[in-house]
């Protein structure tokens, strides 16, 4: 690897659209990377998250509208030994344009079936698409295993009540709900009257319609509280009955934590891992968020609570394991020790630097 202290880059980006889900994992990985291994870690990012210089983490801030150019000549000054992509949309003109060939290329999540990946040396990919092995030459891992969670995931399962009068249900919809999705869901929700709920509405920093969501609350016939700060999450889902989320990261930590999953979808990746889930009976998949109405929402509590499905789908649930920080962690400290270049990888570097 070449220097006594091991360089390890994220790559990533947040926004109002796509929310901190990416930014999150791979701070989780990161700090794992460190403790273990006493790297030093960088993020070259758009974020202003406050968490970052906090762990220790060197930040270098950007946008990934700037030139690839400048992204390169930010790589090149910090000398990683491993460089991570997780971006979503990410693609092979991207990476190949920006990548260094000192360094290990890992990607995250690359789903593009319209050119073939080959600036990688590894891809995670967090959930199966059928045929993508197709379009990625490079070490290739997919499924749910992969998956990155926060480590107070681990330390906590999910616990109900025996014997409630209630159900315990979570709304959670990502930092930014940037679709309105939060709104909706719980004005479906409030009315439902075959069983008594109590509503746990997740408010992300930058959820849309706050004041909305305040003020509907205080009506119809269920129970809400909102939480706009949760510092475990781990903790509160262990207390669920029933989750709605819009897929993500915290999808994953639904499906980790056992809790039947309704599952309204916010963009297609999200819709195809739900279809997958749903048809294994590990999720309720509703489909896109602009298709959903209150007779669906009615519907699919009534099939997780009148039709057996909450045992049903904890039990497939319980198959599905998630460990993607230790195997992941793993895989790239024994891809940096003792390895050769990537043949295929550099060939096409130098092709790219060539024209």
Same mark, same amino acid.
């Given at each position: 690897?070449?220097?006594?202290?091991?360089?390890?880059?994220?790559?990533?980006?947040?926004?109002?659209?796509?929310?901190?889900?990416?930014?999150?994992?791979?701070?989780?990985?990161?700090?794992?990377?460190?403790?273990?291994?006493?790297?030093?870690?960088?993020?070259?990012?758009?974020?202003?998250?406050?968490?970052?210089?906090?762990?220790?983490?060197?930040?270098?801030?950007?946008?990934?509208?700037?030139?690839?150019?400048?992204?390169?000549?930010?790589?090149?000054?910090?000398?990683?030994?491993?460089?991570?992509?997780?971006?979503?949309?990410?693609?092979?003109?991207?990476?190949?344009?920006?990548?260094?060939?000192?360094?290990?290329?890992?990607? +995250?999540?690359?789903?593009?079936?319209?050119?073939?990946?080959?600036?990688?040396?590894?891809?995670?990919?967090?959930?199966?698409?059928?045929?993508?092995?197709? +379009?990625?030459?490079?070490?290739?891992?997919?499924?749910?295993?992969?998956?990155?969670?926060?480590?107070?995931?681990?330390?906590?399962?999910?616990?109900?009540?025996?014997?409630?009068?209630?159900?315990?249900?979570?709304?959670?919809?990502?930092?930014?709900?940037?679709?309105?999705?939060?709104?909706?869901?719980?004005?479906?929700?409030?009315?439902?009257?075959?069983?008594?709920?109590?509503?746990?509405?997740?408010?992300?920093?930058?959820?849309?319609?706050?004041?909305?969501?305040?003020?509907?609350?205080?009506?119809?016939?269920?129970?809400?509280?909102?939480?706009?700060?949760?510092?475990?999450?781990?903790?509160?889902?262990?207390?669920?009955?029933?989750?709605?989320?819009?897929?993500?990261?915290?999808?994953?930590?639904?499906?980790?934590?056992?809790?039947?999953?309704?599952?309204?979808?916010?963009?297609?990746?999200?819709?195809?891992?739900?279809?997958?889930?749903?048809?294994?009976?590990?999720?309720?998949?509703?489909?896109?968020?602009?298709?959903?109405?209150?007779?669906?929402?009615?519907?699919?509590?009534?099939?997780?609570?009148?039709?057996?499905?909450?045992?049903?789908?904890?039990?497939?649930?319980?198959?599905?394991?998630?460990?993607?920080?230790?195997?992941?962690?793993?895989?790239?400290?024994?891809?940096?020790?003792?390895?050769?270049?990537?043949?295929?990888?550099?060939?096409?570097?130098?092709?790219?630097?060539?024209?």
């Amino acid at each position: 690897m070449g220097k006594n202290r091991l360089r390890i880059l994220f790559h990533t980006n947040e926004s109002y659209k796509l929310g901190r889900g990416h930014l999150i994992r791979c701070v989780t990985l990161a700090k794992k990377i460190q403790k273990e291994h006493k790297a030093q870690i960088y993020f070259v990012t758009n974020s202003d998250n406050p968490v970052l210089p906090n762990e220790g983490f060197i930040v270098k801030k950007v946008y990934r509208e700037s030139a690839c150019r400048k992204i390169r000549n930010t790589f090149i000054e910090i000398r990683p030994d491993a460089i991570i992509y997780d971006i979503l949309n990410v693609s092979e003109e991207y990476v190949a344009k920006t990548a260094i060939p000192e360094a290990l290329i890992v990607v +995250f999540d690359y789903f593009d079936r319209t050119k073939k990946l080959t600036s990688a040396d590894l891809v995670f990919n967090f959930h199966c698409s059928e045929g993508m092995r197709d +379009f990625i030459e490079a070490k290739f891992y997919e499924g749910m295993e992969y998956g990155i969670l926060r480590e107070e995931f681990y330390r906590y399962r999910r616990n109900p009540k025996n014997k409630k009068k209630y159900y315990d249900v979570l709304l959670s919809f990502g930092d930014t709900d940037p679709h309105g999705i939060t709104k909706n869901i719980l004005s479906a929700l409030l009315t439902y009257n075959r069983v008594p709920l109590v509503l746990h509405v997740v408010l992300g920093e930058k959820t849309r319609q706050k004041d909305k969501i305040f003020s509907l609350s205080k009506n119809g016939t269920n129970k809400t509280v909102i939480y706009e700060r949760v510092k475990n999450m781990g903790e509160l889902m262990s207390r669920m009955d029933i989750a709605f989320v819009s897929g993500g990261l915290t999808l994953f930590e639904t499906i980790y934590m056992k809790i039947p999953t309704v599952v309204v979808c916010a963009h297609k990746y999200a819709y195809e891992l739900a279809n997958v889930l749903d048809k294994n009976n590990c999720a309720l998949n509703l489909k896109y968020h602009y298709t959903v109405t209150k007779k669906l929402v009615d519907n699919a509590m009534n099939k997780l609570l009148f039709l057996d499905n909450l045992r049903i789908m904890r039990s497939k649930q319980s198959d599905i394991k998630i460990n993607g920080a230790n195997i992941i962690s793993e895989i790239l400290i024994r891809e940096l020790t003792g390895r050769g270049k990537c043949i295929h990888r550099v060939k096409q570097w130098h092709k790219i630097t060539q024209r």
